[in-house]
């Protein structure tokens, strides 16, 4: 399964603009490079754009302008293996979950035996692992997402777009997920676009927290996050990290009451 | 086990009302009009007397029926895979299965018997075209009803489109299938004793109800005639028994039309 020594890949996005039709722009002239391992985090007032930008960067949508390049490669090509996990948990309600996990596996023709083994590990990663036999419809909302995160790994995935994956979660489960979202990264490393609502998400999981603004949507700022890794429940409880949610904090809110005027 | 009692009593009183009302009713009718109405005793004494001829019909029926309702099943799935490929596929094939259902299934009838003969072949024809329409249209609106953030999942697995087909859009449409399949089931008999009716043949013991119907009514055979409708309802009842039973075991693990199961 995962291969320890895969490397994560870098996201390179230069003046990329994208409108529907002939709608407003949505998205102008993003420009913003990732390291190998980022984990980036975007937060911005909703209409900003960023589940955009994330399709752009998934291939899912063309692009108006500008270039997108994950390893050097456009997206929807050539380019290392990306996952996507949706808002919601998008599993398909009439297979199990072992099979929910297996379908990537399955649609690119890798081996049985291969399959089932990498599925048993992807379940036991998110603790699913005696799940494996249920039906998406018999799990909570948080087991469905964790089983929509274990399908995302199952590539082994070199990069990995996340739109507001728990937003629907209460903050416990949310909580428990974010945790575990960064355990998971322990035992192999991506680089990572999370799109979220929440500042604390943002400032827990990320090394790099993109704000963006709407009307039309493009980076307004972007924040370092400076808190070392391993990051743990009890990250949230020092002054660092609430200094760096506040500044988050006052950061957004400048940039609503810009968009306001 | 209250719910179970209740679910088996209620039809049986039911019935019990029913057949008591039939009884009141012929009890009451005046002594001109008596023939109308056979006392229900009689009907049951016409299936004594004729159960052989009965079963043997009511078999042709039911085989013309399932021979109609598969392969209605199986074409108007291919055709639905077809029209949910384009638009344009669909906007050419639409009208024409519109004016197939529309068909006046007893005009064919004679046209049918020329083409394919009296009796099984025709009636299965007939049992099919009725069958065809409520499948396809549901099936092909499951396919093209897809939820789209499936489809971008599949997209970005890059899924070739026979997968995109065979591992989400035919399952994804399962549901809608079986809700035309249930309107088919219960068209298939009515299909088959119409078709029957009109195109049937007493040629090697291959009279169904519908022969039965034409032969009893030149005779006011009164109780024959009912009981020859109530086999007709048992054999539609039978067919919808038996896709519901299908519809559950392929949906009820998952499907939000079915209870939750407690896990």
Known sequence: MPDPNSSPCAVEITDVSKQF????????????????????????????????????????????????????????????????????????????????????????????????????????????????????????GGQQMRVSIARA????????????????????????????????????????????????????????????????????????????????????????????????????????????? | MKGSTTRYLAPVLSAAVFIGGWYAIRAGLPTEKQFMLPWPHDVAQAFAENWQTLLQASLNIALGAAIGLCSATMVAVLMAILMSLSGFIRASLYPHLMALQMMPVVALAPILVIWVGPGLPSVSIITFIICFFPIV????????????????????????????????????AMPYFFTGLRISGILASIGAIVGDFSAGSSANDGAGLGFLVIIYGAQFKMAELFATVISGCLIGFVFVLIVHRVSWFCLHQWHDSYERSDS
């Open chain 2, 137 to 172: 249209v549901n099936t092909t609106q499951g396919l093209i009803s897809t939820d789209r953030k499936l489809v971008e999942l599949f997209a970005l697995y890059r899924a070739s489109r026979w997968q995109q087909i065979t591992r989400l859009r035919l399952p994804a």
């Open chain 1, 153 to 261: 790994l199952a590539l082994e995935p070199k990069l990995l777009l996340l739109d507001e994956p728990f937003g629907a979660l209460d903050e416990i489960t949310r909580n428990h997920l974010n945790e575990e979202l960064l355990a998971l990264r322990e035992h192999t490393a991506w680089t990572a676009f999370f799109v979220t609502h929440s500042i604390m998400e943002a400032v827990f999981l990320a090394n790099r927290v993109l704000v963006m603004s709407a009307n039309p949507g493009r980076i307004a700022h972007e924040v370092k996050v400076d808190l070392p890794y391993p990051r743990t429940a009890a990250t949230r409880e020092t002054t660092d990290f609430h200094t760096i949610a506040d500044k988050l904090s006052r950061l957004l809110h400048s940039v609503e009451e810009e968009a306001k005027s």
């Open chain 1, 21 to 140: 039709g002939d709608g407003p722009p949505v998205l102008t002239g993003i420009s913003f490079g990732t390291a190998p391992g980022d984990f980036v985090a975007v937060i911005g007032p909703s209409g900003c754009g960023k589940s955009t930008l994330l399709r752009l960067i998934a291939g899912l949508s063309p692009l108006s302008r500008g270039t997108i390049k994950v390893d050097g490669f456009p997206p929807g090509g050539d380019e290392p293996e990306t996952a996507f996990v949706f808002q919601e948990p998008t599993l398909l309600p009439w297979s199990r979950v072992a099979a929910n996990v297996e379908l990537p596996l399955r649609l690119r023709g890798v081996a049985e035996a291969k399959r089932r083994q990498t599925v048993q590990i992807c379940l036991e990663r998110v603790r699913l692992g005696d799940r494996a036999d249920a039906f998406p419809r018999q799990l909570s």
